[in-house]
Nanobody
Framework: VQLQAFGGGSVQPGGSLRLSCASS????????IAWFRQAPGKEHKGIAC?????????YYSDSVKGRFTISRDIAGNTVILQMNSLKPEDTAVYYC????????????????????WGQGTQVTVSS
C-alpha cells in the first residue's frame, strides 16, 4: 500500500487547510487511517483517526478537537483532514498512516499500530 499525503502549505493564524491522504490501487475504505504530526524538536503525535468505512468512527486528540475534522472521500479513495482555526502550534510535518482493519471498526492514534505510512507534508502557521 502506497500512501501520499498532500495539501500542506503556509497559512496565517485562524486560517484553514485541507490535507488529503491518497492511495494508489488500494481501497482505503478497508483501512483505518490516522493523521500524525511532528513539530520541530517534538515527538511524533497522533491527532486524528477514522475507522474503516462501515462505521467511520473518528477520534481526535485534545489539541485539535473542535477544529479539525477527519472524513472519507470514498469515490476519490482519499481521507481528508480539514483543519480550521489554525494556530502557530499546529506548525508541523503531517503524515498519514494506514492499517487494514475491515470488517473490524478498530482505529487508533498509536503509531506502532500502523503498517503503512505516507511521506509528510509541511504545514506552517504564522503571521
Amino acid at each position: 500500500v502506497q500512501l501520499q499525503a498532500f495539501g500542506g502549505g503556509s497559512v496565517q493564524p485562524g486560517g484553514s487547510l485541507r490535507l488529503s491522504c491518497a492511495s494508489s490501487g488500494f481501497p482505503l475504505d478497508y483501512f483505518s487511517i490516522a493523521w500524525f504530526r511532528q513539530a520541530p524538536g517534538k515527538e511524533h503525535k497522533g491527532i486524528a483517526c477514522i475507522s474503516s468505512s462501515d462505521t467511520k468512527r473518528a477520534y481526535y486528540s485534545d489539541s485539535v478537537k473542535g477544529r479539525f475534522t477527519i472524513s472519507r472521500d470514498i469515490a476519490g479513495n482519499t481521507v481528508i483532514l480539514q483543519m480550521n482555526s489554525l494556530k502557530p502550534e499546529d506548525t508541523a510535518v503531517y503524515y498519514c498512516a494506514a492499517r487494514r482493519t475491515y470488517p473490524s471498526d478498530s482505529t487508533s492514534v498509536d503509531e506502532g499500530w500502523y503498517d503503512y505510512w505516507g511521506q509528510g507534508t509541511q504545514v506552517t502557521v504564522s503571521s
